[in-house]
């Protein structure tokens, strides 16, 4: 699976949109983008994933630039709640298991 | 809720001891990760069973097993258990192998 790289930490104003970056240069034409979050060592709670297209749900907006080297997880209006480690993932779709980074730790302030 | 459930919640032991960590799956779901996560280490995968079957390991240790039975729960067995063990176990499951993974909460092990 294709090697991913986020920054360590970012915050966001409550009420605001909070953008997480992710870079997967490597990543082939084969491989989806996946975006987890674990809040306080609960378990990991699945938020969206997509291969080429923006996806968007009714958690977050993923964002896929056309050279798929990138990505970016909207979180239109960022609530206290959303204060959680995010993980991009880069994971062919026939694989079998999920390989975590280091992930970004969102801090969501009031 | 993800609907994966495990259990037992916490787990307080102590070296050399042996433990068993239950996961049930979410109705429906045919496939079974297994997750360890440390302080030092992050999460990493275990070992993943399909329909009863081992699918892939990843980094598990010998002393550590797991299987799935018929009514597609499945347990990790502990054994010799070191202070290095102690960790949070996530359970994972999806429909099939390829699906989008959920998990459970997890069981918190401490070895003393």
């Known amino acids: 699976d294709a090697k991913t790289t986020q920054p360590p930490s970012m915050d966001c104003a409550e009420g605001r949109a909070a953008n997480l970056p992710c870079n997967h240069s490597?990543?082939?034409?084969?491989?989806?983008v996946y975006w987890y979050r674990q809040i306080h060592s609960q378990g990991p709670q699945y938020i969206i994933h997509g291969l080429k297209n923006n996806e968007t749900n009714e958690m977050a907006s993923l964002i896929i630039t056309e050279d798929r080297k990138s990505s970016t997880l909207i979180l239109p209006h960022a609530t206290l709640r959303d204060t959680a480690v995010y993980y991009c993932i880069v994971r062919v779709r026939a694989g079998n298991m999920l390989t975590f980074g280091g992930g970004t730790r969102l801090m969501v302030k009031p | 809720d993800s609907g994966v459930t495990q259990t037992p919640k916490h787990l307080i032991t102590a070296t050399g001891q042996r433990v068993t960590l239950r996961c049930s799956p979410r109705s429906g779901d045919l496939s079974v990760y297994w997750y360890q996560q440390s302080l030092d280490q992050g999460l990493q995968f275990l070992i993943q069973?399909?329909?009863?079957?081992?699918?892939a390991k990843g980094n598990i240790l010998e002393r550590f097993s797991a299987q799935q039975f018929p009514d597609l729960h499945s347990e990790l067995n502990l054994s010799s258990l070191e202070l290095g063990d102690s960790a949070l176990y996530f359970c994972?499951?999806?429909?099939?192998?390829?699906?989008?993974?959920?998990f459970g909460p997890g069981t918190r092990l401490l070895v003393l």
């Open positions: 490597t990543i082939s034409g084969n491989e989806y």
């Open positions: 069973y399909y329909n009863g079957e081992e699918r």
């Open positions: 994972a499951s999806s429909v099939y192998e390829q699906e989008t993974q959920y």
